[in-house]
């Protein structure tokens, strides 16, 4: 135990009923969107600024451990307690503080979620871009702490382009701010970035300042079937180098094809062209209605050059029903397999093609499936191995070799899911002696005595 | 002296001929933008990271300080050696290395000028939007440690928001690559924003992956006239909340305009506009040709309800001939008086107009010229005092009341020219002491014996 009485008295006279210690109440915030599980010893729900320094300064001076958590959906075990001691949920720090139009700026806690926010902004005529698949049920803490990306990222980028300004509650108890909440602003060294994707090591965010654009006023949606399984892809590049910029570029390989082939008949009229689909692309433009209409047509010449069948949608239902096939993907994942592994590798564009045949052919001489799907706009392939019981050793094997071969294409082993738990033993293959060095000199910096989300993110 | 006989025979070795030691092959590297001086003993040319590597190693042994130097142009005096010892030029450092355009990415050699990569990239069709007043002769190297803007900051953002990746020599000479060169990355803490603002302080930057866009269509650019000064600004917030977003917004108030209305009016058919004018606004909208059109229709009703005078050019070549106007404006300010203090604070947008007006209020009261104009759509105004000879003590009293009335408005002392030796004792006025700590921290960290650009940047 990490936590003794004297700090758990210290605790709950700051937190009444907002601490949980009974074994039924904190289980569930031992588990995440990964498989893993480490119980903690306490969860408390601040509701305050002061009441996250208070915990910080409580948590150095009896040395126990402190992990932050949004939602949980992390798919790394980045917000498990995985020596024990202390969860802090964000869950109650949820309020929008302020929205300043002229200025296209939002002032939010960590735990508002993402889709809430993409809501209440709508009454302003404004937009926060990054849009996880989790974006209903995730929140901006946690996406800031992953850096998390989205289909939306091609255009727009991801969570770190959006991010003006900070408010961190350091090891300790003091309260940081980042940097002004001006346009502009070199004064201090930018360490807003460095807390984005730093997977609450660093520090426990405690408020967001974020950019906002104006709201698209017109989408229009294409899904695109492939019956070459690259075409797909090679039809990306050849979209940016026409000058095009899609807001998203949505790939979904042959293997995940199988696991939402019914989805996707419902919408087709007839299934004929199916039966010859080896891929899917979902390519999404928006803007200003007149820029829409000229991009989508140039894009559709180059389907009809390359001759390949799509749906198109522009009614926001029925974009949104085509997006929902995409986002359903990762819970039908189970029919190709009981256990899964999955990984969130970046490439260079110019490499997909390459690379996706390297894990067709891996496929192939395992017999394990291997599905990819994912914002290949950016690179960024979802690649899930899966398999039965009594297949881990080959899987891990498999694991191994594609993340080697995402590295020889000086990929990255993580576009936005970051480390986590889970793929810590993989960090030292993309990153050299140095990177390390800094990181853990960095680490030491901002938290010395090592609590914060200990085991996560460091090698 | 810093640099004694053992170092400048090890340092003559590597460079050889790319060493200057002679008085008047060294004097100008002891000036740059601002009207400082400090001169250096010796002036190395490094051609390869290498190189800079191995200066680095040398400078760690023989103890001796360090000047990163691209062009010169810095404001600050954060490219001059104020401690002595060498100043690093990276004039020979100067080759794009690479353009891959399905990626959109260039990679390119510190010493690369804005202005030469922006025309090589057209033959592409693509774009590097930061555009510091100076970029024709400032180097990409410089406007990454400066972290510089412009005026395209509007709906581009600023350097920061275009580097990828850096490849950096730290002091004593290793190398760090900052992270991935894909678009997604999120293994390592983000060390690419740390050295971007960072004038030279943290390392020496030896390469740059930046992103890029596809160039504009179109461009259609505004000078508007305005008879009552703050109605410029007003139409700034109007135009955004309307949810439009110009590439720019560049202001001049009343006192700027004295020293640039004869160059005006060679472009205004009648005088009579410019007799009744108060302040001026360059507004551009670019992209599609359809979006600019509909864009530039919406703001000319605007306009038109505002009741503003205005210039219109969509034609490239008189699209520049406005903007050499504003290009125009610092060489020609010492009219208003020999002597000028220059500083470029940012405001949050809703306070510009009341920020206007309590300088107009200054400049009445002490008789001395207050002259601000520039890139008002980020909220960020060159401020400059025209004075006279022994008014020197006013000056300096009014721009510290106008720095402490930013920061009253939750402002930043510096939008992008950076704090270098002029502003380091105004740094204490805007960062409190733990951003200062921290700050303090981070150098020591990269850069323990603190011999990259001391006396720059922190307080
Ligand atoms: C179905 C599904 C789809 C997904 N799709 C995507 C996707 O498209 N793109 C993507 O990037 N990710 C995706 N994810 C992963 C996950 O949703 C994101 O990483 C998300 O940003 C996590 O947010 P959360 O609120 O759930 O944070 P949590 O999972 O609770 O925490 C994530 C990390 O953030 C830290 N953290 C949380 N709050 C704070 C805070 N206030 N201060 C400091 N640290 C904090 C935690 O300690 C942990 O390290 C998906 C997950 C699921 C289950
Ligand atoms: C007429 C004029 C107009 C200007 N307009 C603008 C404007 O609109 N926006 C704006 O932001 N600035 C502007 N500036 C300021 C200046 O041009 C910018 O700060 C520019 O980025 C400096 O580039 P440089 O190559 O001249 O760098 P230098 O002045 O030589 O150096 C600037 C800083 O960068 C460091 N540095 C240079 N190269 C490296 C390297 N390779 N590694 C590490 N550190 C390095 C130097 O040590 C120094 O701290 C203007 C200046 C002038 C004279």
């Keep these: 135990m990490k936590l003794r009485e004297p700090a758990l008295k210290a605790l709950k006279d700051l937190f009444g009923e907002r601490l949980l210690l009974a074994e039924e109440d904190i289980l569930p915030y031992g588990a995440d969107a990964s498989s893993l599980f480490f119980k903690p010893e306490v969860v408390v729900f601040p509701e305050t600024k002061a009441e996250v320094s208070e915990l910080l300064r409580l948590a150095e001076s009896f040395n126990f451990p402190v992990v932050a958590r949004g939602s949980g959906t992390s798919t790394t075990g980045s917000s498990l307690p995985v020596e024990g001691g202390m969860v802090v949920s964000f869950a109650k720090m949820n309020r929008i503080l302020e929205i300043v139009p002229e200025e296209r700026l939002a002032r939010v806690e960590p735990g508002v979620l993402n889709g809430d926010l993409k809501n209440y902004l709508k009454k302003f005529g404004l937009f926060y871009p990054p849009d996880p698949a989790s974006y209903a049920f995730s929140t901006i803490g946690g996406n800031v702490a992953t850096g998390a990306g989205g289909p939306r990222g091609l255009k727009y980028g991801t969570t770190k382009d959006y991010v003006l300004s900070l408010e961190v509650a350091l090891s300790g ?255 030292v293959w993309e990153l050299d002696p140095l990177q390390i060095e800094l990181m853990k000199k960095l680490k030491a910096l901002f938290d010395p005595k090592g609590l914060l989300n200990p085991h996560v993110k460091l090698p």
């Design 173 to 427: 108890g003091k309260l940081l701010k980042t940097g002004p909440t001006t346009l502009k602003g070199v004064v201090p060294y930018n360490l807003t970035p460095l807390f984005v994707g730093s997977e609450g090591t660093l520090g426990l965010i405690v408020e967001i300042v974020l950019k906002l654009l104006p709201l698209p006023e017109k989408r229009k949606l294409y899904l695109v079937f492939s019956p070459v399984e690259s075409k797909t892809l090679e039809l990306i590049t050849e979209t940016l180098l026409k000058g095009l910029t899609p807001a998203s570029a949505e790939f979904v390989d042959r293997t995940t094809l199988k696991v939402i082939k019914e989805k996707v008949e419902e919408k087709v009229r007839t299934d004929q062209i199916l039966k010859t689909t080896e891929s899917l692309l979902w390519v999404e433009f928006d803007g200003r209605i007149e820029e829409v209409k000229r991009d989508s047509g140039a894009f559709e010449i180059i389907l009809e050059q390359k001759g390949l069948s799509f749906l198109s949608a522009d009614k926001e239902e029925d974009i949104e029903a085509l997006w929902e096939i995409r986002r359903g993907i990762s819970p039908s994942l189970f029919k190709l397999g009981p256990k899964k592994i999955a990984d969130d590798v970046v490439v260079p564009r110019r490499k997909m093609v390459e690379f996706l045949r390297y894990l067709r052919k891996l496929e192939e001489e395992s017999g394990i499936s291997i599905a990819s799907f994912g914002h290949a706009g950016d690179g960024n392939f979802h690649v899930n191995l899966l398999f039965k019981e009594g297949e881990e050793e080959r899987a891990k094997s498999i694991r191994e070799n594609l993340l080697k071969k995402v590295l020889e294409f000086f990929g990255s082993i993580s576009g936005e899911h970051g480390i986590g738990f889970s793929k810590r033993p993989y960090v």
